[in-house]
């Protein structure tokens, strides 16, 4: 993930202002005719595919969760290895040693299914939208925080397996003044070529994956990549679709004036008499009886 935290740091350098405001100017251009076509999508050049390719990082679509811990443990007994071998005091060999361990803990634990009827402490986050319960997902999160650095990933698995990575990005190198999209826009089409922009998201479309670029700035005060299989978001948003709980029509406040289910209608036959007592109780003449 280093090169991510080099893409943004020199955007801040090339995305000045002269660069950056035909951007803006671009994005708030009203659209002139109404019914034009939808635009294809955007090619992916070959080289701009090689970037995307990193964001794997190791991994591929249609791994399973202990296959995905596996690669992440490789990867930190290289880590710790290194650091290992840098020190001969015994102590601190023994410290970076438990600290491994602490950390493959930690990652095998940080496995969610979304499964139950008890919401989940996801459904309000920064993934919030990514997933749905009861159809078969699940979630790994790892926080990537050696060298500095302050991202998350995210391995959204589907039937057990991983079809989906989301990438939270550090943007702690970002000063205030560029903290937007204009200048998000500019670091991501600079690395992977130019996209699909609406609002406040970037997509890019091939056959083998999709990739989006999100601007949370707002509400999560983040910056987030996403790479997933197309082929199987089809067949988790029919999945989706097939187990929605079913919408209650109407509105709430006249359905429960009107009663459909006749719960709560009085008993006329028991209340007959309440009108007749009420006159007696304030001394008026009883009332006719009908033959």
């Not at 009827?117 to 699940?138: C, L, Q, R």
């Not at 790892?142 to 079809?163: A, T």
């Amino acid at each position: 993930m280093r090169s991510i935290r080099r893409i943004m740091f020199i955007a801040l350098v090339c995305a000045a202002a002269p660069m950056v405001a035909p951007v803006a100017q671009v994005q708030a251009k009203p659209a002139a005719d109404k019914k034009a076509k939808p635009r294809k999508p955007t090619p992916v050049s070959a080289e701009h595919k090689k970037a995307f390719a990193e964001l794997y990082a190791g991994f591929k679509f249609g791994m399973t969760k202990e296959e995905v811990i596996a690669v992440f443990v490789k990867q930190l007994d290289e880590s710790y290895e290194e650091r290992i071998k840098a020190t001969t005091d015994m102590t601190a060999q023994d410290r970076l040693r438990r600290d491994k361990r602490i950390e493959i803990s930690r990652l095998q634990s940080a496995y969610t299914t979304f499964e139950g009827t008890k919401p989940s402490a996801w459904d309000v986050s920064i993934v919030e939208g990514e997933f749905a319960h009861n159809t078969g997902e699940a979630m790994l999160e790892r926080w990537e925080n050696q060298g500095g650095k302050n991202e998350r990933r995210f391995f959204f698995f589907y039937e057990g397996k991983l079809w989906k990575m989301f990438l939270s990005l550090d943007v702690s190198i970002l000063p205030e003044d560029k903290k937007n999209f204009a200048t998000f826009q500019a670091a991501m089409e600079g690395r992977y070529g130019p996209g699909e922009v609406e609002q406040t998201r970037i997509t890019w479309r091939t056959p083998e994956f999709d990739a989006r670029a999100v601007d949370k700035l707002r509400t999560y005060d983040a910056l987030a990549l996403v790479i997933e299989d197309p082929k199987i978001r089809k067949e988790v948003e029919a999945t989706r679709a097939a187990k929605a709980p079913p919408k209650q029509g109407g509105n709430t406040i006249i359905r429960s004036v009107i009663d459909p289910d006749r719960k709560d209608h009085p008993d006329v036959k028991a209340n007959s008499n309440a009108v007749d007592e009420v006159i007696r109780a304030q001394g008026g003449p009883p009332p006719k009886s009908t033959p």
